[in-house]
T-cell receptor, first 111, second 113 residues
Framework: GDSVTQMEGPVTLSEEAFLTINCTYT??????LFWYVQYPGEGLQLLLK?????DKGSNKGFEATYRKETTSFHLEKGSVQVSDSAVYFC??????????FGAGTTVTVRA | ETGVTQTPRHLVMGMTNKKSLKCEQH?????MYWYKQSAKKPLELMFV???????ENNSVPSRFSPECPNSSHLFLHLHTLQPEDSALYLC????????????FGEGSRLTVL
């Protein structure tokens, strides 16, 4: 079935370090791709999205590019802050409402 | 007030208890969802309601019983649960079934003893 696979955590890094979280997908068609973020004690919230190949989603200094040739949607940020500590979820949908989520990657940023 | 509110935030129950989780959205959305979040596993979609009609029941055991009395409220009734049902239960809403952005509540942490 349609699914996403994202790198296992936890990921621990220092402030101002470069962050990459890998996400690859398997889908029978052309999905829309998403990154959701879950800060401690909160629900998930949409971070960014891309709906077609070569689209780049960006928000809060994070970026991800929809790569059809590698079926990937890796999340990157050039300089992380302590406030970026959270769990990050990659997700896809082919139809109108059924989101398939990855297992989540826990990121901890140390001052 | 936050967009999607879930109560209680924490619940401990025995296997013979009956309890309910409540979700309320203040966003004027027409679709609501229940997800189960277990440690180190992908989020599992349990139920979807669109305009108060259940449109998805993702092979969820009958010991979980959803109810959507109106477009702003969603319940998950729990009875005779198992310890493996312990998890974080997340409610979400979207503008309608065709909208791809979900707005999540903070979750209800359920522990079944």
């Amino acid at each position: 079935g349609d699914s996403v696979t994202q790198m296992e955590g936890p990921v621990t890094l220092s402030e101002e370090a470069f962050l990459t979280i890998n996400c690859t997908y398997t889908a029978t068609g052309y999905p829309s791709l998403f990154w959701y973020v879950q800060y401690p004690g909160e629900g998930l919230q949409l971070l960014l999205k891309a709906t077609k190949a070569d689209d780049k989603g960006s928000n809060k200094g994070f970026e991800a590019t929809y790569r059809k040739e590698t079926t990937s949607f890796h999340l990157e940020k050039g300089s992380v802050q302590v406030s970026d500590s959270a769990v990050y979820f990659c997700a896809l949908t082919l139809n109108d409402y059924k989101l398939s989520f990855g297992a989540g990657t826990t990121v901890t940023v140390r001052a | 007030e936050t967009g999607v509110t879930q109560t209680p935030r924490h619940l401990v129950m025995g296997m013979t208890n009956k309890k309910s989780l409540k979700c309320e959205q203040h966003l004027g959305h027409n679709a609501m969802y229940w997800y189960k979040q277990s440690a180190k596993k992908p989020l599992e979609l349990m139920f979807v309601y669109s305009l108060e009609e259940r449109v998805e029941n993702n092979s969820v055991p009958s010991r979980f019983s959803p109810e959507c009395p109106n477009s702003s409220h969603l319940f998950l009734h729990l009875h005779t649960l198992q310890p493996e049902d312990s998890a974080l239960y997340l409610c979400a809403s979207s503008q309608d079934r065709g909208s791809r952005e979900l707005f999540f509540g903070e979750g209800s942490r359920l522990t079944v003893l």
